[in-house]
């Protein structure tokens, strides 16, 4: 798990060292470890702290408040066991956003990790349930935000259109931002104004290294049927449609932020000379349902990154 690039994590800081592994654990791992995902996708601190995953890293119950409480994207959601039976409690905000979570979390109103419990606050891939983790958005509720949009790169843009869409591949759900991160502009507001480009940057649901923004048509998809969420670090979530996939029809527009910058895509209508062809797209990256391509491995990408990268950036541990 040593991230992009092929890094050695053991040359990585301790604080990312802990906060990759726990990633790993709580949103992918945690079956094989023998871990249960309860209500609202939490587990026992102490349980996880037994597992081998922790154990052979040596993480203690400090380090791990320590991460839950700094995480710079609010990747963690920790809780005292017995506040579970509230109603509220399985939909807690995150620390830096709940200032009582966060004084409780540096405080340790117990010393004794059997007492918390803890979650990711979204991007499994095993299965869980959404009760309690993630909150839905819908027209009626009046939660839709102004802005939905997913981050990429030009290479994978282009295998991203010749699929037909966004793909959830092996996660459970596509990725988005409600927002752009700090330093990025967009070329063309959502209403007209200014208002996109002086927002306050967003943490979660993009990485800043993205060189292609592709903003979503939210109310076209919800009210075509497609399903939203919006997790506790404010990351937009969708299965898409049945298969797994929200298609390119609901992709508003797509900007290239590299090289000046330009709109490579309005109004979901595929770039001239572009087709969909998704039996060569398997045989390049992957079939639909995320196993190995034709090609041999994860798209001819070097490793894990290609076929993710190309449907669902933030499959990324740091996302």
Avoid: C
């Avoid at 979570?101 to 606050?121: G, H, K, M, T, V």
């Avoid at 292609?212 to 990351?235: C, M, P, Q, T, W």
């Amino acid at each position: 798990r040593g991230g992009r690039g092929g890094r050695n994590p053991k040359d990585l800081p301790r604080e990312q060292q802990v906060s990759r592994k726990v990633s790993w654990l709580l949103r992918h791992g945690a079956q094989q470890e023998g871990l249960v995902l309860g209500k609202g996708g939490y587990v026992n601190v102490q349980d996880a702290l037994n597992t081998r995953a922790l154990t052979q890293l040596k993480i203690t119950f400090a380090e791990l408040r320590d991460v839950v409480a700094s995480n710079d994207k609010q990747r963690f959601s920790m809780i005292l066991a017995s506040s579970l039976s509230s109603s509220s409690a399985a939909t807690t905000p995150p620390p830096e956003s709940n200032p009582s979570a966060f004084a409780a979390l540096q405080e340790a109103i117990s010393e004794y990790p059997i007492d918390y419990l803890i979650r990711a606050n979204q991007g499994h891939s095993i299965k869980v349930d959404t009760d309690g983790l993630l909150k839905p958005i819908t027209i009626e509720d009046g939660n839709v935000p102004e802005t939905v949009v997913h981050g990429t790169d030009e290479p994978a843009f282009r295998l991203i259109l010749k699929s037909g869409g966004l793909r959830k591949m092996g996660r459970n759900h596509i990725h988005f931002a409600s927002g752009l991160p700090s330093g990025f502009r967009s070329l063309i507001s959502t209403d007209g104004t200014a208002d996109e480009k002086e927002a306050p940057p967003v943490i979660s649901g993009m990485r800043k290294s993205s060189t292609v923004l592709i903003y979503v048509d939210i109310r076209a998809a919800l009210e075509a049927g497609i399903k939203f969420f919006v997790s506790d670090n404010g990351v937009i979530l969708t299965e898409g449609n049945e298969a797994g996939f929200l298609s390119y029809e609901f992709f508003r527009r797509v900007e290239k932020r590299s090289k000046g910058g330009n709109v490579l895509m309005e109004g979901g209508i595929l770039p001239e000379g572009v087709v969909v062809n998704v039996e060569e797209w398997e045989q390049e990256v992957g079939s639909v349902d995320g196993k190995r391509g034709k090609k041999g491995g994860r798209g001819g990408r070097g490793g894990r990154g290609g076929k993710v990268r190309a449907n669902d950036d933030s499959r990324d541990l740091l996302a």
